[in-house]
């Protein structure tokens, strides 16, 4: 069975600090998808990155990148020069095969708080 | 270009009653998926509907029924209502029979209360 695991429940920064969530997921896949989600307290999912496991690049978007470790089943995400507005619920995900669909399995998340 | 759309925004209904749950996808998506997610929980996936059938179903009871329509929109049903289905649930699109690779963007969810 594919799971994901965040072993960080809370996290909290000082604005403009670096800062690094974990993640580890199982799955016997070859090729797969991992994403990270962040939901800020309006609820909404947003999709912050995602990275394709055949591709040994790490994905960069703007402030936030990631340090994807295949061997090691690893996908951590850091965000540099933190802001306010990334006080949020971040959800590690994984995509996977359904015969034909797609689900995401999710994390149980960790809760970032940046403090001004 | 419209993002993913929910309705209604919150819910609250008694035990043993029914609700149903509505979902636009984004402009030029057609497959919809359906999420619960329990309070300090991750989301867990419900089922996904691409061509107007049910392709796929989470660990859920036959309770939980969906339906999606010509112009792609999507409707989760619930009945028999339990205090355990007290969730936020939340519907994402994406694009045609992308696969793998294809990004699940959310709506803003429906909150259900069950009292």
């Known amino acids: 069975a594919q799971t994901v695991t965040q072993s960080q429940p809370e996290m909290s920064v000082q604005e403009a600090e670096t800062v690094t969530l974990s993640c580890t997921y199982d799955t016997s896949e070859s090729n797969y998808y991992l994403f990270w989600y962040k939901q800020p307290p309006s609820r909404q999912m947003i999709l912050v990155i995602r990275?394709?496991?055949?591709?040994?690049q790490n994905a960069t978007e703007n402030r936030f990148s990631v340090n994807f470790q295949k061997a090691a089943k690893s996908f951590s995400l850091k965000i540099s020069d933190s802001q306010l507005g990334d006080t949020a619920m971040y959800f590690c995900a994984f995509m996977k095969r359904l015969q034909g669909a797609q689900k995401l399995v999710f994390g149980q998340g960790t809760r970032l708080t940046i403090n001004p | 270009d419209a993002g993913v759309t929910q309705s209604p925004t919150h819910l609250i209904k008694t035990r043993g009653q029914q609700v149903t749950l509505r979902c636009s996808p984004k402009s030029g998506h057609d497959t919809v998926s359906w999420y619960q997610q329990a309070l300090g929980q991750g989301p867990q996936f419900i089922f996904q509907y691409y061509e107007e059938e049910e392709r796929q179903r989470g660990n859920f009871p036959d309770r939980f029924s969906g339906h999606q329509f010509p112009n792609y929109s999507s409707e989760l049903n619930v009945n028999a209502l339990l205090l355990g289905d007290s969730a936020l649930y939340l519907c994402a699109s994406s694009k045609p029979r992308g696969g793998l690779k294809e990004t699940q963007y959310f709506g803003p969810g429906t909150r259900l209360l069950v009292l």
């Open positions: 990275q394709e496991a055949y591709k040994q």
